[in-house]
């Protein structure tokens, strides 16, 4: 998704992405050494045969192949690769990701049509598909990208996958889909029988093609990475949660990511300066009853936009919760040191990281220096309480609800997923909305309404002492029953709004009679100051007492003061 990203980061200019697909590309590279090969005719005779062109298969064929491609594109357009990440290269006027023979060019519109595409033409055998104005589509890497608008990319995989795995699995179009990804019982203990070898063929196939689509698939990630654990030895309980998992899919096959690029500086629920690679970690401490191992989970954000997400099982078993989510902080943040020097190089601009957890022991570990108690993970711990010493990245908390890395670290239910889900960028081109934008509507409606109701209790209580309504809360009461909003359901834990507000009103009542006793004993202060000099006066707990004291003390007359000028009270 960088080279997409980078297109819509450019959307004030005439940019436009291609893709280019390159027929029989291994056929027109030269072999750099002698290759024969042997062949048997029918009648068992054997020919040799010196290759001149590599042959799809070969085996160093696709290294060959991008040397040839990168030798054309250092040539014709000054394109240099990335040292990192070669399939990375751009110049002064376009970026490319290569794949094999799939190319995704963006750049200037007039560049990549008067000068790149006919370079290409007039060497290989070509099609190209162009992105440059709304509603238009293009094909890379069987994902249909779609502009939505001039800052919005929509990406769909190709429906073929799910189809593929809902003929293996015998799963219908008219059968009821599953709510949620996961399997109830996908933490516990597998005590099942192993499948047979024909089903076990049929299992290992079916999360092979889930994991060519764990990348569009982000509420999916933490099944499928259960289910890849599974493969060696596939039991009926990891059946049935594939089975699960594709029923769950079988409700959402259109949907895919949408990249819904904000202004620079902004995150996804914060705004910084400058550029800022946002990475969302979080961790399952011990939630699986079998094997007690952690789930890691990594989401990783650049204005807005979703550029990578994985859900991991950690490989050691994690002591306490801050153990865990430090793994993943680990794992999370060498994740984002490969996508952010991307990000440079495409970019040309500094790139700075922000690392949101959303354990607070986890973030006081990281900010300090040195192990303390837990010395086993010193390696680890101490990489990267350096890389926050210096400033290399930015330690940050994050409530439990918005932590969007949480869909990869367990099962979710639907209220809470679904704006998570919102906030990944999962789009439904069916209703044209991301999912979870009516709850998170209903979310936001609900805060208003509550505040509203809030203020016009606490109005009511305070002119007639609660014992009847005002026109006000009645007003508010039906705009909670028009919307069908209970307040009493929606998330009060049982907690009544009476109490809530008696227990406000008793603080506010508190505090009030504190201020005021404040200002009484500072008036007093004062006086006493005016009176008899600053004796001592900030040590005095009872300013009242303190006066009555020296009111009954005799002093003598003031035009005859007892007091000299070497008296040190003075």
């Not at 002698?34 to 020919?47: E, L, Y």
């Not at 009544?496 to 201020?515: E, N």
């Amino acid at each position: 998704r960088l080279v997409p990203l980078m297109f819509l980061a450019n959307a004030d200019k005439d940019w436009a992405m291609m893709s280019l697909d390159v027929s029989d590309a291994f056929l027109t590279v030269n072999q750099e050494r002698p290759t024969v090969v042997t062949a048997v005719d029918a009648a068992g005779v054997q020919h040799r045969f010196i290759l001149g062109k590599v042959l799809p298969g070969q085996r160093d064929g696709s290294l060959l192949w991008h040397r040839d491609l990168a030798g054309f594109l250092k040539t014709e357009f000054d394109i240099t690769p990335f040292g990192p990440y070669p399939s990375l290269l751009r110049n002064d006027k376009c970026l490319v990701i290569i794949h094999v023979d799939d190319m995704l060019f963006t750049g200037d519109r007039s560049y990549l049509l008067d000068v790149v595409l006919p370079a290409f033409k007039s060497r290989y055998q070509v099609s190209h598909e162009m992105v440059d104005k709304v509603a238009t589509e293009l094909s890379f890497l069987k994902r249909r990208h779609v502009l939505l608008s001039r800052d919005e990319l929509f990406i769909q995989p190709h429906v073929k996958h799910a189809s593929k795995l809902f003929e293996m699995l015998k799963i219908k179009p008219n059968m009821h889909p599953k709510k949620t990804p996961a399997h109830p019982e996908i933490n516990e203990p597998d005590e099942t029988s192993a499948l047979n070898a024909e089903f076990s063929s049929v299992f290992r196939t079916c999360v092979g093609v889930l994991l060519y689509l764990s990348a569009d698939l982000v509420e999916c990630q933490f099944v499928i990475r259960y289910l890849a654990q599974c493969m060696k030895s596939p039991t009926e309980r990891s059946y049935a949660v594939l089975r699960h998992l594709c029923l769950y899919m079988l409700g959402c096959v259109e949907h895919g990511i949408s990249l819904k690029m904000k202004a620079k500086g902004s995150g996804l629920y914060h705004d910084h300066d400058g550029n800022v690679l946002e990475v969302y970690s979080d961790s399952d401490w011990a939630a699986h009853k079998g094997n007690r191992k952690s789930v890691s989970s990594v989401a990783i954000f650049h204005r807005g936009c979703l550029i990578y997400s994985a859900s991991r099982t950690q490989k050691v078993i994690s002591l306490s919760s801050a153990e865990a989510e430090l793994h993943a902080a680990v794992s999370s943040t060498c994740d984002s040191i490969l996508i952010s020097m991307c990000l440079e190089f495409l970019s040309g601009e500094p790139m700075r990281t922000v690392l949101y957890i959303d354990n607070s022991a986890a973030r006081q570990i990281l900010q300090r220096q040195g192990v303390g108690r837990i010395r086993h993970l010193s390696v680890k711990l101490l990489w990267l309480q350096t890389r926050v010493r210096d400033g290399l990245v930015s330690v940050k908390g994050i409530e439990s609800a918005k932590n969007v890395a949480d869909v990869g670290t367990k099962r979710l239910g639907l209220k809470v997923l679904k704006p998570l889900l919102f906030h990944l960028g999962v789009y439904n081109p069916t209703t044209g909305k991301r999912v979870g934008e009516e709850t998170i509507e209903r979310i936001f409606q609900v805060k208003q309404l509550k505040k509203s109701h809030l203020f016009a209790v606490l109005c009511n209580l305070l002119v007639s002492g609660g014992n009847t309504l005002s026109p006000l809360v009645m007003a508010a009461d039906d705009q909670c029953e028009t919307a069908g909003i209970s307040l009493r359901d929606e998330g009060s834990e049982g907690t009544t709004w009476k109490v809530l507000l008696v227990i406000i009103l008793f603080f506010t009542t508190l505090a009030v009679i504190r201020w005021i006793y404040v200002c009484y004993h500072n008036r007093r202060i004062r006086q006493m100051r005016d009176e008899y000099g600053d004796l001592h006066i900030s040590e005095a707990h009872d300013p009242d007492e303190w006066m009555a004291f020296h009111h009954n003390v005799q002093f003598p007359d003031r035009a005859d003061p007892i007091l000299t000028e070497d008296d040190p009270m003075e």
